[in-house]
């Protein structure tokens, strides 16, 4: 069994330790695993198995047609990685959700979040408080990509939840300071944070929705409750190690190599 594990080639260079985690324990399997970068996975012997660790859903279907299981799938990576399509997804399954708009004309009250619907680790996020501050900043998502959703009453406050398969690894609660968003990225603080029972059954109602391999479900809190906010098909692991003694690559790795005996 033959496998890839598929970067940018920049973000390659930020997580060499990372990569190196999942190389090292399939080869303690007898199980090769090559990096392969974007430009050039067409290129190659067609794998038996792809780690895809880049939002490039395009790439996940044409290896899925070519025959290759992709961890994450091509439908968890499309659905997932379009906030659009993520939230319209949930409120059709009768998950709550903030108060969404995907027109900016339709937002009536303030502050409100905008995002790209593709955005990722923070990026292009900001909290508006006017008219105004709104429209200046629409000129940054071209045609029409982004989405805005009213402010949680925790701000600088979100949870993370990390899920294999169906199981629920382990939660990370991240706050900021600093800022609203509260991503570990940005200077978020971590810790350990243990789910009461009805957070759990929120997280099992939607990993009943998808065949996830592994994400990260992520939460803001509001008045009290968390409430659905995104999902990330190529989530970052630190803070799991930063915090815990959780192998979460060696579980993933298992996981994978399961799937793929079955």
Known sequence: MFGVIIYERTAAERN????????????????ELKLIYTDEIFKIEKPDFAIVRVIAPEITKKLESSG?????????????NDK??????????????????????????????????????????????????LNERLYMYPNGNYVIQRVASDRGKDLRVYVIGKEIICAM???????????????????????????????????????FDFVGIDFVFNNGSIV??????????RMVYSCTDIDIVKMYANYIIKEMTK
């Open 84 to 133: 659009a399509l993520t939230y319209k997804f949930m409120t059709d399954k009768g998950i709550d959700i903030m108060d969404t708009f995907y027109n900016a004309e339709d937002v009536k009250e303030f502050p409100v979040v905008i995002k790209p619907k593709n955005s990722h680790g923070g990026d292009r996020v900001f909290m508006v408080n006017s008219r105004n501050e």
């Open 173 to 211: 609660l991240r706050q900021s300071d600093k800022d609203f968003r509260s991503n570990y990225c940005l200077g978020g603080k971590a810790s350990v944070y243990n789910l009461s029972d009805d957070e759990k059954a929120l997280v099992k109602r939607i990993t009943e929705m998808f065949d």
């Open 228 to 237: 659905f906010n995104e999902i990330e098909d190529v989530a970052g692991s």
């Open 16 to 31: 060499k330790n990372y990569i190196q985690l999942f190389i090292d324990d399939f080869a303690k399997k007898n199980i």
């Open 68 to 80: 290759v299981r992709c961890f994450n799938s091509y439908e968890v990576s499309r659905i997932t």
